[in-house]
């Protein structure tokens, strides 16, 4: 017998052209319409971000009567809306499941970064990040993940905007969890939000971002074509891996090597490599040199990521002169080593703070004292 689950309309909203070509063929459309039926309804879903399948009038009427007794246009549900102060905003989406992941939308002078999950909550352990204290719940779907950009472009009135006014426009594969630990619904999602007929975001303005696991790297590369940052973050093995434990599978060399072999690798698609600042950890004169000669070879540039803090972290961030002297290293060996500025710190928004909701309050409700140190603290405000 069926469940009730699999009884209720679901949404195409985030589904691949694979998928909706299934969804027609389930509901009797000859197979020789199909194709033809997969772009217009393409078109509306990613060009137009119709809500209604009503208005898909390319499609017939006894067409849209189908896909409206087996299918909706449902969007994710935003359970929250924070916006910072300094314009980032922050969605907590409730899924089907009720489960809970966010997202981030970070507006710049001459772009709009959409930061995107890739899995509700994260296994990776990383001892600076917020998200990292979660347990891993599930990955995400694609649909769950091209959903985050429809919803935030339903939000902000996105969809009638020509390609250099739109509000997104870059994608970062750097919210909740390793995409590279869902690297087959990673695959599917980011084609279809880079696919030319449909949302058309540049392959150039799409990065990834993994802590390191190894095997997918240039797995992903080939597959998407989309660029590529790694979460470094210190230049020893030891160190490493007490940040980012997944270093212990796969250690720094191993890591650099997947990198200089990564699809396109070229000084126009360069190599990002994260390094969060933290106080007396990562940031002498020594590491930045150390991190100029394990790159060596490699085209990348270094962001450098002031440490966000969070209820209970171990950490504190670095000095602004701390972090300047070891830019000026970086620099002065010929790295682009911008000093990535904090956005809507006020919100938990900002990098490593990621965490949903309902995590965040039973963490405030058991660390009382931490978060009374942590108001005390004072962040560091560096501007590139």
């Known amino acids: 017998m069926s469940s009730l689950s699999s009884q ?80 980032t905003r922050k969605y907590l989406f409730k899924l089907h499941d009720g489960h809970e992941i966010e997202t981030v939308y970070i507006p710049e002078t001459d772009r709009g970064t959409l930061c995107v999950s890739s899995q509700v909550g994260c296994t990776l352990n990383c001892t600076f990040c917020h998200t990292g204290t979660m347990r891993l719940v599930r990955n995400l779907e694609p649909h769950e993940i091209v959903g985050q950009l429809i919803a935030v472009r339903d939000d902000l009135a996105d969809w009638h905007n020509n390609e250099s006014k739109r509000a997104v426009s870059n994608i ?58 790694i979460s ?13 434990p997944l270093n212990k599978k796969y250690p720094i060399e191993e890591l650099l090597e997947a990198c200089r072999a990564y699809p396109g690798l070229s000084n126009a698609r360069r190599i990002t490599f994260e390094y969060v600042m933290l106080k007396d950890v990562n940031d002498s004169d020594a590491d930045a040199r150390e991190l100029v000669r394990v790159l060596s070879g490699i085209p990348a540039k270094i962001n450098l990521i002031p440490f966000n803090p969070w209820p209970g972290s171990p950490y504190e961030c670095s000095s602004r002169n701390r972090i300047m002297k070891f830019a000026d290293i ?40 931490e978060l009374a140190a942590q108001r005390l603290s004072q962040p560091v405000d560096i501007r590139e």
Request: with cysteine; glycine share 8%; aromatic share 2%.
């Open 8 to 87: 209720l309309p679901s949404s195409l909203v985030g589904l691949d052209r694979a998928a909706l070509k299934q969804v027609l063929a389930n509901i009797g459309v000859a197979e020789k319409e199909q194709n033809m039926r997969v772009r217009q309804i393409w078109s509306w879903l990613y060009v137009h971000g119709v809500q209604e399948i009503d208005k898909m009038t390319t499609l017939s009427g006894a067409l849209r009567e189908q896909l409206g007794e087996h299918h909706t246009l449902e969007r994710l549900t935003i359970s929250e809306k924070q916006v910072s102060e300094d314009g």
């Open 172 to 229: 970062v594969m750097m919210g909740m969890g390793e995409p590279l630990y869902n690297t087959d619904h990673v695959i599917t999602a980011l084609n279809v939000m880079s696919d030319g007929d449909g949302t058309a975001l540049s392959k150039r303005r799409i990065t990834l971002s993994t802590s390191g696991v190894v095997p997918d790297i240039a797995r992903v590369g080939d597959a998407t074509g989309v660029m590529l940052a």
């Open 232 to 244: 470094l973050h210190a230049v020893r093995d030891d160190l490493r891996n007490e940040l980012v």
């Open 330 to 369: 970086v620099n002065h060996a010929g790295y682009a080593s911008p000093v990535r500025t904090p956005r809507g710190r006020d919100i938990m928004a900002a990098c490593g703070q990621l965490k949903s909701a309902s995590e965040k309050m039973s963490a405030a409700e058991r660390k009382q004292a």
